[in-house]
Structure formats: structure tokens, C-alpha cells
T-cell receptor, first 105, second 114 residues
């Protein structure tokens, strides 16, 4: 079965600092992974997917097959980035437990 | 189309009662998913449909839970003989099986079992 693990439940950084939210996967084959985000009082929504290799709101995520990771990164965090972030495999409905990011002013 | 909608948004019931939730997906989406989310946890998969066929059910879905999508459009999730442990946010999502399978989520139905 496809599994993702988000080792940090909470992450707090100051505005302007770099941020990295960790996601590790544990399944074989060619993984396809997503990051979803849930801002306060809003519905869960897609942030980015690795196959498109896009940058959304300054976030990027690179699939590292050697480390079996798909970490989400942003060089300069903003207060509006504060939210819950979930890693999820494509075509499998087992979301990670989530990381709550707080960006302090 | 305003996206995925769920009704009701909130439901308070007494233990032992039956409840039914409805999800209306984005109209052209052929996949529909149900999740349960409790405080501090990620969405836990319950079941999903492709058109009207229920393709997978989690073992979390006890026999008190049943879901239907009779015409391949809206779906209902029924919980019979509710227990306090059923209190959670129930999320619905839909996707188009087009290779990306991006899920679009509804606002959720918050169930409180007293």
C-alpha cells in the first residue's frame, strides 16, 4: 500500500525565514504526490502536484527518489502561509497526518 | 458551478439516532470520495465511487455506515445508530479521472453526537 508520513505535526517559523515541510513516502514504483493546504475556515484545496513541477505561492516540492521524500519548501515564509499542509499520494486516498505551519510576524 | 457542496453543514444528534449527509460534486466529475476528519488529524479515507460504482471501502467504514451514489451524481452517507465516537467532520471530494485526479473538497458536515 502507498503510504506517506509527515513527521512534524507543528512547525513554526518567523516571517521571511525559509520553511520546509517534510513528507516521506514508502511505496515502490513511480510515485506521484500532491500537497494540499487548508487555511483557517476554508476548505481543503490542492496546492501543487509533483508531476507539473510548478511553483505555487512561492512553494516548490521536488521528488527525491533516493531519500523517498517530497518535501515542500519556500525560501521566504509569509504570515498568510499559516495553515495545515497535507501530503498525499496520487490515486490513493491515504493523506498524511498533516503539519500545522505557523508563520510569526 | 460553485464547486462541491455538502448538506447539512452542521448536525447535532443524540446517540442511537440515524443521520444522513448529502454531497453534490462538481457536475462533470466522475469520482466522489468520502473522508472523516477529527481534530488534529488528516482526512481519513472512508469510501469512493467512480460514477455509481462504489470501488473501495475503508475498514474504518463499519457496517453502521453506508454510502450511495445512485445516479452517478450526488451521494449520500448514512450513519445508523450513531455513537459519540462518530463525532467528526465528514468531508466529500470529487475529481475527474483525467490523469491528474485532483480532488476538490466540499466544506464538510460537522457531526456532533451527544
Amino acid at each position: 500500500a502507498q503510504r506517506v508520513t509527515q513527521p512534524e505535526k507543528l512547525l513554526s517559523v518567523f516571517k521571511g525565514a525559509p520553511v520546509e515541510l517534510k513528507c516521506n513516502y514508502s511505496y515502490s514504483g513511480s510515485p506521484e504526490l500532491f500537497w494540499y493546504v487548508q487555511y483557517s475556515r476554508q476548505r481543503l484545496q490542492l496546492l501543487l502536484r509533483h508531476i507539473s513541477r510548478e511553483s505555487i505561492k512561492g512553494f516548490t516540492a521536488d521528488l527525491n527518489k533516493g531519500e523517498t521524500s517530497f518535501h515542500l519548501k519556500k525560501p521566504f515564509a509569509q504570515e498568510e502561509d499559516s495553515a495545515m499542509y497535507y501530503c498525499a499520494p496520487h490515486n490513493d486516498m491515504r493523506f498524511g497526518a498533516g503539519t500545522r505551519l505557523t508563520v510569526k510576524p | 458551478d460553485t464547486g462541491v457542496s455538502q448538506n447539512p453543514r452542521h448536525k447535532i444528534t443524540k446517540r442511537g439516532q440515524n443521520v444522513t449527509f448529502r454531497c453534490d460534486p462538481i457536475s462533470e466529475h466522475n469520482r466522489l470520495y468520502w473522508y472523516r476528519q477529527t481534530l488534529g488529524q488528516g482526512p481519513e479515507f472512508l469510501t469512493y465511487f467512480q460514477n455509481e460504482a462504489q470501488l473501495e471501502k475503508s475498514r474504518l467504514l463499519s457496517d453502521r455506515f453506508s454510502a450511495e451514489r445512485p445516479k452517478g451524481s450526488f451521494s449520500t452517507l448514512e450513519i445508523q445508530r450513531t455513537e459519540q465516537g462518530d463525532s467528526a467532520m465528514y468531508l466529500c471530494a470529487s475529481s475527474l479521472r483525467d490523469g491528474t485526479d485532483t480532488q476538490y473538497f466540499g466544506p464538510g458536515t460537522r457531526l456532533t453526537v451527544l
